[in-house]
């Protein structure tokens, strides 16, 4: 069975530092998809980024890279010049190829410090 | 990426009443779209996976005469809690999972139950 487990409850960062958020997943496929939801105040999911397992190169949006390790199954989340609006739940999600399911981690609530 | 739409919001009902709460792929057509139950500063929980045409797939505890999916149309899918009791009160997120960018799934805005 695949998990997805998130080891800081909640991390605090001052506005215009950099953040990393740990994600780490267990898997015995080989072919899988990895993403970082964010979820703010209001409850919305957001999709941050996503990563396919089979590139190498880490994938980047903006203030937001990854780090994947997949050797070690290993995916954190870099925050870059956090701001004030990048306070909310962040979650790790994981799917496999072969499926439409999700595996969720329990989510790190990350506060941006002014 | 695809737009979901929930309704409603949020809805107060009494106990022993159903709920119906709608989710709409307002972009794309969705064959497939998901329920999530969300308890308050916890994960989502997956409950079922609603199939366009055909029954919904229920994750393992979740009663599926409680939480009756219906996914009549491409951009449609219902969740109705039926006799609603208080321990059902929480946050309802639906998704598309076959819209958008593939292997990418798109969230509604959620839906808050609170059962008195």
């Known amino acids: 069975a695949q998990t997805v487990t998130q080891s800081q409850p909640e991390m605090s960062v001052q506005e215009a530092e950099t953040v990393t958020l740990s994600c780490t997943y267990d898997t015995s496929e080989n072919n899988y998809y990895l993403f970082w939801y964010k979820q703010p105040p209001s409850r919305q999911m957001i999709l941050v980024i996503r990563?396919?397992?089979?590139?190498?190169q880490n994938a980047t949006e903006n203030r937001f890279s990854v780090n994947f390790q997949k050797a070690a199954k290993s995916f954190s989340l870099k925050i870059s010049d956090s701001q004030l609006g990048d306070t909310a739940m962040y979650f790790c999600?994981?799917?496999?190829?072969?499926?439409?399911?999700?595996?969720f981690g329990s989510g790190t609530r990350l506060l941006v410090r002014p | 990426g695809a737009v979901v739409s929930q309704h409603p919001s949020w809805v107060i009902c009494k106990s022993g009443t159903s709920v119906k709460i709608e989710c709409r792929s307002l972009?794309?057509?969705?064959?497939?779209m998901f329920w999530y139950r969300q308890f308050p500063k916890q994960s989502l929980m997956l409950m079922a996976t609603?199939?366009?045409?055909?029954?919904?797939?229920?994750e393992q505890g979740v009663e599926k005469d409680k939480f009756l999916i219906n996914h009549a149309s491409l951009t449609l899918s219902t969740l109705t809690v039926t006799s609603a009791h208080p321990e059902d009160s929480s946050f309802y997120i639906c998704?598309?999972?076959?819209?958008?960018?593939?292997?990418?799934?798109?969230f509604g805005p959620g839906t808050r139950l609170l059962v008195l």
């Open positions: 999600a994981f799917k496999v190829d072969s499926s439409y399911k999700l595996i």
């Open positions: 998704s598309d999972g076959t819209s958008g960018a593939k292997e990418t799934q798109y």
């Open positions: 990563q396919e397992a089979y590139k190498q």
């Open positions: 972009d794309f057509q969705a064959t497939t």
């Open positions: 609603s199939n366009e045409g055909s029954k919904a797939t229920y």
